[in-house]
């Protein structure tokens, strides 16, 4: 089956207490399509669409990352884009060494496996709806609702190789490798 392609990321799961405070917060926003909590993630590399040969040399890349398990905080909320052209709202993570460190080690995996570099500056944080062309002051109203946002800091163990599939509202995800930390 040569010419299969996988849209593919790595990401780490928000464990269900966290996720589950997360949805909470998931209201008050007029033509937010939310997030199910299940798809609630932390991106740490978007690969794209890849073949299906490439994928499997990405899969063995990341499989010798080695590093220890982190302690991540969610903090604040945010969006991107500017005025009408504002396409989603996030909740933000706390600075944190270790998860960058994690970060470019599965951009270094990539560019191995022949992928193009990355060229974005890393951001990461938990994305909680999808929007277009939202009314502006609604957007920053939620935001100023919302960015004293605080988790208590969890554990994580492992991180994730993703597929994502369209689904109507929005990304479906779905877990391919699961890499550990220790």
Known sequence: MHGIMLRLFAALSVPDDIAL????????????RWRPRE???ITLRFFGE??????????AELGQITGRPLQIALEGAGAFGEGRDIHAVWAGVAEN??????????????????LAPDRRNYRPH??????????PPAVAAWIQRHNL????????????????????DGPAYQLER???LS
């Open 149 to 168: 946002l605080k988790s208590p800091p969890f554990s994580v163990t492992s991180f994730g190789l993703y597929s994502s599939h369209r689904g109507e």
């Open 97 to 114: 060494p270790e998860l960058r460190q994690l970060a470019r080690r599965c951009e270094a995996a990539a560019r191995r496996a022949g």
């Open 50 to 59: 890849i073949p299906e040969n490439q994928a499997d040399d990405l899969d």
């Open 178 to 180: 699961d890499y550990r």
């Open 39 to 41: 798809a609630l993630h």
């Open 21 to 32: 405070a997360l949805s909470a917060r998931q209201r008050d926003l007029a033509g937010a």
């Open 126 to 135: 938990v994305t909680l709806a999808y929007l277009s062309r939202p009314e």
